[in-house]
C-alpha cells in the first residue's frame, strides 16, 4: 500500500509540475482599453496681425490684416468631439495720407460657396495674407482649414482699384520655392 501511495503522490506530483510548465493556448485578442482624450475647453488660434507697405498704381498704401478667434461665430468640432473657435480676418487698406481706401471684414461665409460640405461644417477661416499686385488689383492668398491639420482649401482673394473683391480657388501650386501667385511660363 505505502508503494501505492508514493506510486500516486509522484504520479500527482509530476502532473502539477507538467501543468504549471506550460501555459494554456487560446484565441482570445487581448487589446489594450482605448481610452476617449479628454477634451479641452473651445481650442482658438493665436491673434495675427500683418501689416505690409505696397505701391500700387503709383501710389504708396499699407495692407493691414488682423486675425482674432470670434465667438460670436458657430463653433466647429473635430471626429473626437473638440471644439474649435473660428476666426474673424479684416482688411484694411490705408492711402499715404491715412485714410482709409478699404475696409472689410471676412468670416468663412463669404468662401462658403467654394467650400465643401465637410469644410463648411469642419473647417475654420484660417488666414488671409497679402501675395502681390498686379495691374489694378491686390491678390491675397486666403485658406479654410481643418483645425490642427495640414488640410485646408487654398483660395485667392483680389481687391480692385474700384473695391470689388472677388474670391476664386487657388489653383496655382506653389512649386517654384515660395513666389505665391507667380504664374509660370506654360
Known amino acids: 500500500m505505502k508503494k501505492l501511495v508514493k506510486i500516486v503522490f509522484f504520479s500527482v506530483l509530476a502532473m502539477l509540475v507538467a501543468s504549471c510548465g506550460e501555459k494554456k493556448k487560446h484565441d482570445d485578442i487581448i487589446a489594450p482599453k482605448v481610452e476617449k482624450p479628454k477634451l479641452q475647453a473651445p481650442v482658438r488660434m493665436q491673434d495675427y496681425n500683418q501689416t505690409t507697405d505696397v505701391k500700387w498704381l503709383n501710389k504708396n498704401y499699407q495692407v493691414v490684416v488682423n486675425r482674432t478667434p470670434d465667438d460670436s461665430l458657430r463653433m466647429v468640432k473635430d471626429e473626437t468631439g473638440q471644439k474649435y473657435v473660428d476666426n474673424r480676418i479684416s482688411l484694411r487698406i490705408i492711402r499715404a495720407d491715412g485714410s482709409v481706401f478699404f475696409s472689410k471684414s471676412f468670416t468663412k461665409a463669404a468662401f462658403e460657396s467654394l467650400l465643401n460640405d465637410d469644410y463648411r461644417k469642419t473647417g475654420i477661416l484660417e488666414g488671409l495674407v497679402f501675395d502681390k499686385v498686379e495691374g489694378n488689383n491686390l491678390f491675397f492668398a486666403a485658406s479654410v482649414c481643418h483645425p490642427q491639420t495640414d488640410e ?32 509660370d511660363d506654360e
Open 152 to 183: 485646408y482649401i487654398p483660395m485667392v482673394v483680389s481687391v480692385s482699384n474700384l473695391g470689388d473683391v472677388g474670391i476664386k480657388l487657388d489653383n496655382q501650386l506653389d512649386t517654384n520655392g515660395g513666389n505665391l501667385g507667380e504664374d
